[in-house]
């Protein structure tokens, strides 16, 4: 499990960063993004095939509802994070980048410039509190690294393609959630998500905790811990 989430994300990290514009270089874009694919799905399945391998934990400790409040409030987040950062996202490989990157930052951009990585490393944090198993805590570990050096590899790349459009982007928000709000460079009424992510990330929570039971969870999450899970 442990080489499997290594390779993962260490792949994952050196053809996002290092090796990518080498890559491009030499394969060509369209090869490169395949190389890149196929190497992601070939090391995700490596650790899917190595969780399924792995015997049963009981949990170190038991978490008790005050921490399965707080997780399932954290996974609402992570969810409102992930359905708001396809929106106008200047991180993403996308026509739109080049004038969304000046725009004043507003919803998910308004709490992190790196909306989706977070969601991930959200994901992570919640998963190592409420599910303390030797082989949960190897993969929830992985992708915490893989989200915050990817974050801020991310913002090294995209310094350096954008030069200081992506700086001034970086100047006007935050890496951490809510930093730009406690700091007082940004107003709270800015971080209102909007409706589409609002709705699409609370019925990807919902979603997706209730989901748990059924793909072999062994406990409920969410708010069906509580009501009908």
């Known amino acids: 499990?442990?080489?499997?989430?290594?390779?993962?994300?260490?792949s994952h990290l050196l053809l996002s960063h290092p090796l990518r514009m080498g890559l491009i270089k030499?394969?060509?874009?369209?090869?490169?993004?395949?190389?890149?694919?196929?190497v992601?799905?070939?090391?995700?399945?490596?650790?899917?095939?190595?969780?399924?391998?792995?015997?049963?934990?009981?949990?170190?400790?038991?978490?008790?509802?005050?921490?399965?409040?707080?997780?399932?409030?954290?996974?609402?987040?992570?969810?409102?994070l992930l359905a708001g950062s396809f929106n106008r996202n200047p991180a993403l490989p996308?026509?739109?980048a080049a004038t969304a990157?000046?725009?004043?930052?507003?919803?998910?951009?308004?709490?992190?410039?790196?909306?989706?990585?977070?969601?991930?490393?959200?994901w992570a944090i919640?998963?190592?509190?409420v599910w303390p198993t030797p082989e949960n805590h190897i993969l929830a570990t992985a992708m915490l690294v893989l989200a915050l050096v990817g974050s801020a590899g991310q913002d090294r790349k995209k310094a350096a393609l954008m030069g200081d459009?992506?700086?001034?982007?970086?100047?006007r928000t935050a890496f951490f959630p809510f930093a730009g709000q406690l700091t007082g460079r940004i107003g709270w009424a800015a971080t209102w998500p909007g409706m589409g992510a609002l709705i699409g990330g609370t019925i990807l929570w919902l979603a997706a905790t209730w989901a748990?039971?059924?793909l072999g969870g062994r406990v409920a999450a969410g708010i069906w811990r509580w009501w009908g899970g």
């Open 1 to 10: 499990m442990t080489i499997a989430c290594t390779a993962f994300v260490g």
């Open 26 to 38: 030499a394969m060509g874009l369209g090869r490169f993004m395949g190389l890149y694919s196929l």
């Open 40 to 80: 992601a799905l070939v090391t995700f399945g490596w650790i899917i095939w190595a969780w399924i391998q792995l015997p049963a934990h009981n949990p170190g400790w038991v978490p008790g509802d005050a921490v399965w409040a707080v997780a399932t409030g954290l996974m609402l987040l992570a969810s409102i």
């Open 94 to 96: 996308s026509p739109d």
């Open 101 to 122: 990157v000046h725009r004043n930052p507003v919803g998910v951009f308004a709490i992190t410039r790196h909306p989706m990585m977070w969601s991930i490393a959200l």
């Open 126 to 129: 919640v998963h190592l509190l």
């Open 165 to 171: 459009a992506w700086r001034g982007w970086c100047q």
């Open 212 to 214: 748990h039971v059924p």
